[in-house]
């Protein structure tokens, strides 16, 4: 996707990460046209941007950006958003969506970074943010107090070493946690400094820090999970990045519910390969379906959830953004492009970034 970029802070500083962790009702996004979908992009220009997107794909708002985030978290009830720095940032940024304006800032605390990943609460009173107690090498979840202009409340421990993305699980309050297992320190930058002895899980939490499930794949312990998808029913999917040998190409999917054994989705070896050992994304569609981008490889990877094959393959250069639709799967490229599946595409004048979210009332 788009190279990282070295950039000044501004006053909506990282807004373009609200393509992230969370759903919204489009009631509360009715004053910018209910948009279906929202990304983050730049324009060839340079300029960072937000979309709206309706559920024709049609553009409903831009808002230029002074710089690009990483990903944000979506308050339930209102067109707020909370948008954080890209790893290893100390601070996020609470979003009026309507008007652009900049509410809060949230800073992270003494021996803290965030993980760019955040979600709310059921009722949207909590905000629970992936950290880096970098010192200690521990991964927690910071909670902050909505109601009371996002004040710090405290952390709890997220059950491993390096979150990267959390989701609430539909219709409760409880917690899952891509604890990816790479230890990184700020003085060392992005360096990942423990891939020899790393240990990714996938957690699931109570809104009060007690573990109440996890998931970890001793046999591919190189293979860091990052990214979640949570379906109605319970079922998570779960992305992974392969830190190991690259001769190797382990499955990069896998899917997940509570009291069950992880399953292990993969193509067949020639096109494995061609996912070059990262998962970008991942999201569920219609009929059973869930659906992985590899940006590096080009491809989106869409499996049966039910039988565990892979029913269909997208050649598009870039592609990473990914939503579920009433037609199948809606996606997004850094390259300007955009479609339903493989049934209708058009480019557009904007570079999409990672993630596409879909506005939804379901949890």
Same mark, same amino acid.
């Given at each position: 996707?788009?190279?990282?970029?070295?950039?000044?802070?501004?006053?909506?500083?990282?807004?373009?990460?609200?393509?992230?962790? $969370?759903?919204?009702?489009? /009631?509360?996004?009715?004053?910018?046209?209910?948009?279906?979908?929202?990304?983050?992009?730049?324009?060839?220009?340079? /300029?960072?941007?937000?979309?709206?997107? =309706? #559920?024709?794909?049609?553009?409903?708002?831009?808002?230029? +950006?002074?710089?690009?985030?990483?990903?944000?978290?979506? &308050?339930?009830?209102?067109?707020?958003?909370?948008?954080?720095?890209?790893?290893?940032?100390?601070?996020?940024?609470?979003?009026?969506?309507?008007? $652009?304006?900049?509410? %809060?800032?949230?800073?992270?605390?003494?021996?803290? &970074?965030?993980?760019? %990943?955040?979600?709310?609460?059921?009722?949207?009173?909590?905000?629970? /943010?992936?950290?880096?107690?970098?010192? @200690?090498?521990?991964?927690?979840?910071?909670?902050?107090?909505?109601?009371?202009?996002?004040?710090?409340?405290?952390e709890i421990d997220s059950g491993g070493v390096g979150p990267h993305e959390i989701r609430r699980m539909p219709g409760s309050d409880d917690l899952v946690v891509a604890n990816g297992g790479i230890e990184t320190h700020p003085d060392s930058?992005?360096?990942? +400094?423990?891939?020899?002895t790393m240990r990714p899980n996938l957690t699931y939490l109570s809104s009060a820090g007690a573990v109440l499930e996890q998931v970890e794949l001793p046999e591919l312990r190189r293979n860091s999970i990052r990214h979640l998808a949570a379906? &109605?029913?319970?079922?998570? !999917?779960?992305? @992974?990045?392969?830190? !190991?040998?690259?001769?190797? &190409?382990?499955?990069?999917?896998?899917?997940?519910?509570? $009291?069950?054994?992880?399953?292990?989705?993969?193509?067949?070896?020639?096109?494995?390969r061609r996912l070059r050992g990262y998962g970008g994304s991942i999201a569920f569609g219609a009929d059973k379906q869930v659906a992985l981008t590899a940006p590096r490889g080009g491809l989106m990877a869409v499996f049966d959830t039910d039988?565990?094959?892979?029913?269909?393959?997208?050649?598009?250069?870039?592609?990473?953004?990914?939503?579920?639709?009433?037609? !199948?799967?809606?996606? /997004?490229? =850094?390259? $300007?492009? +955009?479609?339903?599946?493989?049934?209708?595409?058009? #480019?557009?004048?904007?570079?999409?970034?990672?993630?596409?979210?879909?506005?939804?009332?379901?949890?």
């Amino acid at each position: 996707m788009l190279e990282p970029s070295k950039f000044k802070t501004g006053r909506r500083a990282f807004l373009s990460g609200l393509c992230a962790a $969370g759903f919204v009702p489009a /009631t509360g996004w009715a004053s910018v046209g209910s948009p279906r979908y929202l990304s983050a992009a730049r324009e060839a220009s340079g /300029t960072y941007v937000i979309v709206g997107l =309706g #559920a024709d794909l049609s553009e409903l708002f831009r808002v230029v +950006l002074p710089a690009r985030g990483h990903a944000a978290a979506a &308050h339930p009830d209102r067109a707020e958003a909370v948008a954080f720095a890209r790893r290893p940032g100390v601070y996020a940024l609470v979003i009026d969506c309507g008007s $652009g304006a900049v509410l %809060h800032r949230l800073n992270a605390p003494q021996g803290r &970074h965030f993980y760019g %990943h955040g979600a709310f609460s059921r009722d949207g009173s909590r905000l629970y /943010t992936t950290e880096n107690d970098f010192d @200690m090498a521990r991964g927690c979840i910071g909670v902050w107090d909505v109601s009371a202009e996002y004040r710090r409340l405290g952390e709890i421990d997220s059950g491993g070493v390096g979150p990267h993305e959390i989701r609430r699980m539909p219709g409760s309050d409880d917690l899952v946690v891509a604890n990816g297992g790479i230890e990184t320190h700020p003085d060392s930058g992005r360096a990942k +400094l423990n891939l020899p002895t790393m240990r990714p899980n996938l957690t699931y939490l109570s809104s009060a820090g007690a573990v109440l499930e996890q998931v970890e794949l001793p046999e591919l312990r190189r293979n860091s999970i990052r990214h979640l998808a949570a379906r &109605h029913d319970g079922l998570v !999917g779960f992305a @992974m990045q392969w830190q !190991g040998d690259a001769t190797v &190409h382990p499955p990069l999917l896998g899917l997940h519910r509570r $009291g069950q054994n992880a399953r292990l989705l993969k193509a067949i070896p020639q096109v494995q390969r061609r996912l070059r050992g990262y998962g970008g994304s991942i999201a569920f569609g219609a009929d059973k379906q869930v659906a992985l981008t590899a940006p590096r490889g080009g491809l989106m990877a869409v499996f049966d959830t039910d039988t565990g094959k892979m029913v269909s393959l997208l050649d598009e250069p870039d592609i990473c953004g990914v939503a579920g639709a009433e037609q !199948g799967l809606i996606f /997004t490229t =850094g390259a $300007g492009r +955009l479609g339903v599946s493989g049934l209708r595409r058009k #480019a557009v004048d904007l570079q999409f970034d990672n993630h596409l979210i879909a506005l939804s009332a379901d949890l």
